[in-house]
Nanobody
Framework: QVQLVESGGGLVQAGGSLRLSCAAS????????LGWYRQAPGKQRELVAS???????EYGDAVKGRFTISRDNAKNTVYLQMNSLKPEDTAVYYC????????WGQGTQVTVSS
């Protein structure tokens, strides 16, 4: 069983920064991707960033150059550093892990005011 617990969301002004954390427990392997998705009201859930084996990363087009994903395998924790935040980044951010199936955290709200 896998559990994902996010933290670090909140309210920030446009141009500001936030750092999200996701603590994973259970069958977590460093070669399986951990990542972040987000879902804004009325929109589909979309990839924000993921990090896999050998720290290979993938970013959604909307966040490239502004967000950075990192991973501490010793702590089974993945981080998302979000800089230059925009109002359109407002969404619920979900931690994601894949191990024979998708696992999701409960989500953390990020609100960016203009």
């Amino acid at each position: 069983q896998v559990q994902l617990v996010e933290s670090g969301g909140g309210l920030v002004q446009a141009g500001g920064s936030l750092r999200l954390s996701c603590a994973a427990s259970g069958s977590i392997f460093s070669f399986n991707p951990l990542g972040w998705y987000r879902q804004a009201p009325g929109k589909q859930r979309e990839l924000v960033a993921s990090i896999g084996s050998a720290d290979r990363t993938e970013y959604g087009d909307a966040v490239k150059g502004r967000f950075t994903i990192s991973r501490d395998n010793a702590k089974n924790t993945v981080y998302l550093q979000m800089n230059s935040l925009k109002p359109e980044d407002t969404a619920v951010y979900y931690c994601h892990y894949y191990f024979f199936r998708d696992y999701w955290g409960q989500g953390t709200q990020v609100t960016v005011s203009s």
